[in-house]
Structure formats: C-alpha cells, structure tokens
C-alpha cells in the first residue's frame, strides 16, 4: 500500500512539475516569437545595409556605443591578431568598398540564445565565391528596439587557387 501511495504521489508530482513547465513554455515561446522578428530585423538591418554601403540606415541598428572586432592576419602571414573596429572606421571600409546588392548577398541569422533584454547570435555571411565569416553578434533591447551592441567576427580559410 506504501509502495502503490509512494508511485502514486510520485507520479502526481511529475504532472504538476509538467503542467508548470508547459504554462512556462509557452510563455517564454510568446515572448521569443514576438522578439524573434525584432533581433533578426536588427542584424539584417545591419549586414544588408553594410553590404549595400547605406551607412545612415546601418547605424539605425547599432547601439552608439558598438564594440566590434575580429580575428585578422595580413596577406601572407601566418599570424594572427585582434583587430578593432569603431563605428567611423565602418563607415570608412563602406565608403571603400564596392556595393553588393541584398539579392546577391547570403547571410544566414541563428538566434543562439536571448534572455529578457539580451540576445546572442550566430551571422554566417560574406562575399559570393570570395571569402565567408562569421561574427557573434550581441543585442540589446532598448526601449522596444533591438540593438546590435558587439561584434566578433572571425573568417573562414580562403580557398587557394590550384597554381597552373
């Protein structure tokens, strides 16, 4: 009879823990759903408009105060170095560079985690057939808006060409 109170007991526990756990569920699914648009129209906005050189809309996703960086080498080197980035130097590599229009570019968003305020995610982008990276990007939410506050950013091997 102890045995069959205990199982019973414990299988009643199970559901309510169950139960609470769903309740908590899908509310936490409601709230990521609802922010899940915003943090993906915050790091869109910011890799398509650095893509397309359209400064102005780029820094409407970018917390003022933006700490990006990344991991570099210099052509022929073997070593490695941390290589910081402020938002004017940004501004100065798209005035540099050639545009790449949005439908060209191939940029994949994998929201990796968010809690209450703060979001972390994974940016696979680059240029077509040239060379890819991929930066963690840190957001904020600050009064309703998702943010892009940091940026690491670290580039995948470049594909030498077969010598002839």
């Not at 210099?74 to 590599?93: C, H, N, P, T, W």
């Not at 680059?126 to 840190?138: D, H």
Request: hydrophobic letters at 40%.
């Amino acid at each position: 009879m102890r045995q069959l109170l205990f199982i019973l007991c414990f299988i009643a526990i199970g559901q309510m823990t169950a139960q609470a756990q769903s309740k908590k569920t899908s509310s936490d699914n409601e709230i990521t759903h609802i922010d899940k648009a915003g943090i993906e129209a915050a790091v869109l906005g910011y890799i398509e408009n650095f893509f397309e050189n359209n400064t102005e809309e780029m820094i409407k996703h970018l917390h003022p105060q933006l700490a990006k960086g990344g991991v570099s080498k210099k052509r022929g080197e073997e070593v490695y170095f941390y290589e910081a980035m402020s938002i004017d130097q940004l501004k100065e590599l798209m005035a540099s560079k050639p545009a790449l229009p949005k439908e060209q570019q191939d940029n994949e968003v994998i929201i990796l985690d968010v809690f209450r305020n703060t979001a972390s995610v994974r940016l696979e982008t680059g240029y077509p057939n040239r060379m890819r990276w991929i930066e963690y990007i840190i957001l904020s939410k600050m009064d309703g808006q998702w943010l892009v506050n940091n940026v690491m950013w670290d580039y995948y091997p470049m594909k030498r060409k077969p010598k002839k």
